[in-house]
C-alpha cells in the first residue's frame, strides 16, 4: 500500500499523483526548516522565532494544489512566494505525468487477438504432411486448426493419378504452389500476431513501471518529510518484455523463418529479433533515492522521462521490423515463376484436358477422370477438397478484415511512445497486404474449381458453346483476381471479379454457396 493505503495499482495512478504532490511538497518545506502540523493545516516554522516569530505556511489541499498562503517565501524560494513555488512543484510533478494518464488498456487487444487466433487456426496445415523449415510455429493458445491440411493433402492425392498438359498446369497451382502459400501466409499470420500480442505487452509493463516509479517517488519525498535520508529505490525502466509476444505464437529456430516448402525461401524476422536486441544491451534504471528534495525530484522526472524513452524505443522496433516484414512480403510480387512464389498463387489457366502424347491414359484415351475431378471440385462428405480450402481461406480473410491495432493502441497524450498509436500504421499495412493475399487465394481457388469443371464438360461435349466457356474463364484467370496486394491500396472482397455468367449449373449452385468474403 501507499500513501493513505491508496492501493498500488495503475487505475490509482492519479490518486498517487495527488500523494506525490502532497509528499513533494512536504519533503521540500522540512528541508527549509518546517514541520508538518496535519490538523491545523499548516506548516510551521519554529526556528525563525528569534527573527520574527514563528512561520505558518497553509498545506495544500487533498489532490496536492493551491496551499502556500503565509510565510516570508523569498528568504528561501529564490525570491517566489510559498504558493508561487508550491504551483512550481505540482506543475512539474503533473507535466511530467501527463502522457502517462490514459496508456492503452491491455484488455483492448484482446478481441483482435482472439479475432487473428481464429484466421491462424484456418490457415494451419495440421494433418498435411507439409513440413515447416527453418523453425516451426505450433498454433498460438487458444486457436483450432482447420480442416485447410487435411484437405490439401486429398487434394495432392486426387489430382496426381490424373495426368496432361492441362493437368501439370492445374497442379502448379493448386498442388505444387499453393501448399507452399498457405504455409508462407500462415507463418507471415503468426510473425503479425506476435507484434499484436508485443504491443499487448508493453502497454501492461508501461502501466505497472510508471506506477511504481510514481510510488518509489512517494516513498522517497515521505522519508525526506519524515527527516530521515530519502529511501534508496532503484526502479529498472527496460520494456524488453515484448518478447512475451513469443508465449502465445511460439517460434523456434533463430530469429528468422525461411518460408517455403519447396522452391524459393521469403525470411520474415520473428519477434525473437526485438527480444534479442533488447538483451544485448543494458537494463536501464534510475536511482530515485536522494538526500535533499532537489534531487529526489530530478530523479523522478528522469525516472519517467526515461521510461518513455523505453517505451518509445520499444515501439520503434516493432514498428522497423513490421516494415521490413511487408517488404518482403511485398517483394513477392517480383516472383513470376511457379518455383519462387512465396505468397500468392500465379495464374495457369486450363484451355482444355486433351490427351497430349506420353499422358497418362485413364479410360477411353482420357488423362483426366470425372470422379476425381468431381471429388476435387464438387462439395461433399468424401470429397469437395478444393470448396473446403476456399472455405477455409475466406473464413480467415473475414476473421482479420476489420482486424487493427489502431483502437487498441492508441493513448490519451501523442507524446506516450512511439505517439498516438504506437507501431498500428505499420501493423495495418502488414494486414492489409495479408489479407489482399488470402482474398486473391480465394479468388484463384474459386476460379480453379471453375476452370477444372468446364474444362472437364468441354472434353465430354466437345462443342463450341463448351469450348467457349472455358476460353472464357481462361482468359478470366489470366487477368487477375481484380486484387492488386502490392499496390499498398487497401482492398476488399467487393474488389474481387465475378465470375463468367455462363458457367454450368452445377458448378455455379456449389459457388453461390460458398462463403464470399466481407
Known sequence: ?????????????????????????DAYMVERGYDKEEAQGRYINRHLSQIRGEETVTLPDADGYNGGAGGSGGLFTGGKSYSEQFKEITDKIDSTLKRWFGVPDPAGFDTPISDYKKAIGKMSLSGCGIQLQGGDVALPNGAEAGTIGPNMDALGKSSGIM????????????????????????????????????????????????????????EVFTQLANKNKGVSKELAMDLGGVALGLASAPFSGGASLSLAVSGGTAALSTIKAVEDEVKRREEKSRNIGAAEYKTAMNNFVLA???????LKESEEKIYDQIQSNTSVIWSD????????????????????LTGQEGDLVLGKDLAVSRSEVDLITLKSDQGGYMPKIYDEVVSAANSISGLTMATAARRE?????????????????????????????SWRIEVGIVNLRAAMDDLEQQDDASSKRIQAIADLSAQGSGVNPWDRSPQSGTNLKQLPQDVDPTTMAQIQELMKPK
Open 1 to 25: 500500500m501507499a500513501a493513505s493505503g491508496i492501493d498500488q495499482s495503475y487505475g490509482n495512478l492519479k490518486a498517487l499523483a495527488a500523494e506525490l504532490r502532497k509528499a513533494a511538497i
Open 163 to 218: 495426368a496432361g498438359k492441362a493437368m501439370t498446369a492445374f497442379k502448379n497451382q493448386f498442388t505444387v504452389t499453393m501448399p507452399r502459400v498457405v504455409k508462407n501466409l500462415y507463418l507471415a499470420m503468426n510473425v503479425h500476431l506476435a507484434y499484436l500480442i508485443a504491443e499487448k505487452n508493453l502497454m501492461d509493463q508501461a502501466r505497472e513501471k510508471i506506477t511504481n516509479i510514481v510510488v518509489g517517488a512517494i
Open 304 to 310: 519517467a522521462d526515461g521510461l518513455n524513452a523505453n
Open 333 to 352: 510480387a517480383k516472383s513470376k515463376t511457379y518455383d519462387t512464389a512465396n505468397f500468392h498463387v500465379l495464374p495457369a489457366p486450363i484451355n482444355d
Open 413 to 441: 497524450h501523442a507524446t506516450l511512445g512511439r505517439g498516438a498509436t504506437g507501431p498500428s500504421f505499420r501493423f495495418g499495412e502488414m494486414k492489409d497486404a495479408i489479407y489482399e493475399l488470402l482474398l486473391d487465394l
